[in-house]
C-alpha cells in the first residue's frame, strides 16, 4: 500500500495517508512532474494509458506521480521518470505551485522539475501509451480542437506558458 505525506497550505508534513484515504477525505498531499524538451525546444507529452484509473487516454505532462511518505520530491521526480520512461538522467526544478483547480481532488502542491532530452524512452505500458513532442502552437491548437488534457498538465502549460 502506497502511503503519502499529508501537508498544510505551507507545504508541512502534518500526518500521513493511504492515497485511497488522501483521495476520499480530499487530503492534500504533493505530485512531482518533468517537463521534457527536446533540442528543437518541442515538448514532450506523454498519452496516458488506457488502465490508468484518472484521465485515462488524456495527454499528461512526460513524467508525473505522487511523492511517497518521507521521500524527497527530487527523488520522487527520478524514481517515477525510470518507472515510466525507463530513464535516468539529470533533472533541475523549475516551480511549485498550489494546485486546487478541480473539485473531484485534494488540493495539491505540484513540483515540477525539467531536463532536456530526445530520447530514446523504454515507455511502460501500464503507464504510457506514447510519448510524442510538439510544440507550444501544436499544444495550443490541440488544446482548442478539443483534445484530452490531464488537468494538472493544463493548469502548468496556462501559467508557466500561456498555453490554453
Given amino acids: 500500500?502506497?502511503?503519502?505525506?499529508?501537508?498544510?497550505?505551507k507545504d508541512e508534513v502534518i500526518g500521513e495517508a493511504s492515497i485511497k484515504e488522501i483521495y476520499e477525505k480530499r487530503l492534500p498531499h504533493r505530485i512531482v512532474h518533468i517537463l521534457i524538451f527536446n533540442k528543437k525546444g518541442e515538448m514532450a507529452l506523454q498519452f496516458r494509458s488506457k488502465h490508468k484509473s484518472f484521465c485515462p487516454q488524456h495527454w499528461s505532462t512526460p513524467v508525473g506521480g505522487h511523492v511517497q511518505k518521507g521521500e524527497a520530491a527530487e527523488q520522487a521526480a527520478l524514481r517515477e521518470f525510470q518507472e515510466e520512461l525507463g530513464v535516468k538522467k539529470k533533472i533541475e526544478f523549475a516551480y511549485k505551485d498550489f494546485y486546487d483547480g478541480d473539485k473531484n481532488v485534494p488540493k495539491k502542491f505540484l513540483i515540477t522539475f525539467?531536463?532536456?532530452?530526445d530520447g530514446p524512452f523504454k515507455i511502460n505500458p501500464e503507464e504510457v501509451e506514447k510519448i510524442e513532442f510538439?510544440?507550444?502552437?501544436?499544444i495550443m491548437r490541440m488544446i482548442k480542437q478539443g483534445e484530452k488534457f490531464h488537468p494538472e498538465l493544463l493548469f502548468l502549460l496556462r501559467k508557466h506558458f500561456n498555453v490554453g
Fill in 134 to 138: 510538439f510544440s507550444l502552437k501544436k
Fill in 114 to 117: 525539467k531536463t532536456k532530452y
Fill in 1 to 9: 500500500m502506497e502511503i503519502l505525506d499529508v501537508v498544510n497550505d
